[in-house]
Every structure is written in structure tokens, then in C-alpha cells.
């Protein structure tokens, strides 16, 4: 825990190792936990490991090349309200594309309610979506409300 109060982590190489043992901390079988669907792989093998139930949030999709577009704050509300068991709010961003998700509003909507915020944000250290974010990327991975 850092000295603002903020929990973080560090990954290491293979970092499925990392993400299997840290979502089994936070999450047990049954466990609801609303996954943007455009997730890492690895993340998805790690929420298999843990028994969690997946519930999905679309990317929005850009409309000529059908690529990801990232996920919004306002549909991970609207799944967080169809979903009030919601033990976790998982996404990687950025994406593979290099698009990068609200994580700010996403953390905003997600610890209003009490949930927790995990980001892979692997990808974002030669991402150009994320050069100019005031934050560095491990200050966001995990985040608790």
C-alpha cells in the first residue's frame, strides 16, 4: 500500500502466473466479475482458474475498421446495475490496437459502488494512448474504491 492509501502491484514476466494469483485473492468460484470482452487472453484463463463467472461488456467497435474502441464508463454502469453481486470490474487497456479505455471514469463508476477496478495495462507502456496519462501506469493496476 502506498502512502497515499492506494493498493498497487507489480506483475512479473509470465504474467499469468500473476494474474491467476492475484484474481484468486479477490475472487472464488461462483463469483460474479464483469470482464470488458475484449480482455486479455491470459486474464481469461485466470478467471477460469478462479471458477468466477464472467459477465461481459462490450467494446464499443469503430464503425468502418471493426476494431475495438475501448469500453466505456456508462456501459460498465449499466452492466454494474444489472449486476449488483459484482465482486470485480476487469479490462486491459490499453488494447491491442493501442485504444485506450476510461480508465479515470471506469474506476469513477466502479468504486462508487464499492468494486474494485483490476487493469492489464501490459501494453501500455509503448502505447501512444497512454504517453500522455498523469499517471503512471502502475499506480492504476489495481485500483480499490
Given at each position: 500500500m502506498g502512502i497515499d492509501g492506494a493498493v498497487r502491484a507489480l506483475g512479473v514476466p509470465a504474467s499469468w502466473h500473476f494474474y491467476i494469483i492475484s484474481l484468486a485473492a479477490m475472487l472464488g468460484p461462483g463469483d460474479e466479475v464483469i470482464v470488458a470482452r475484449d480482455l486479455h487472453t491470459s486474464l481469461l484463463t485466470a478467471l477460469?482458474?478462479?471458477?468466477?463467472?464472467?459477465?461481459?461488456?462490450?467494446?464499443?467497435?469503430?464503425?468502418?475498421?471493426?476494431?475495438?474502441l475501448?469500453?466505456?464508463?456508462?456501459?460498465?454502469?449499466?452492466?454494474?446495475?444489472?449486476?449488483?453481486?459484482?465482486?470485480?470490474?476487469?479490462?486491459?487497456?490499453?488494447?491491442?490496437?493501442?485504444?485506450?479505455s476510461d480508465v479515470a471514469g471506469i474506476a469513477t463508476v466502479a468504486h462508487a459502488?464499492?468494486?474494485?477496478?483490476?487493469?492489464?495495462?501490459?501494453?501500455?507502456?509503448?502505447?501512444?494512448s497512454?504517453?500522455?496519462?498523469?499517471?503512471?501506469?502502475?499506480?492504476?493496476?489495481?485500483?480499490?474504491?
Open positions: 477460469i482458474h478462479t471458477g468466477a463467472r464472467p459477465i461481459y461488456v462490450a467494446p464499443r467497435l469503430h464503425p468502418s475498421f471493426d476494431i475495438s475501448g469500453v466505456s464508463a456508462d456501459d460498465v454502469a449499466a452492466v454494474l446495475a444489472a449486476y449488483p453481486a459484482a465482486r470485480l470490474v476487469v479490462l486491459t487497456s490499453p488494447s491491442y490496437w493501442g485504444v485506450a459502488r464499492g468494486v474494485p477496478l483490476y487493469v492489464d495495462e501490459a501494453w501500455g507502456r509503448i502505447s501512444p497512454t504517453r500522455s496519462c498523469r499517471v503512471p501506469p502502475w499506480q492504476a493496476v489495481p485500483t480499490w474504491p
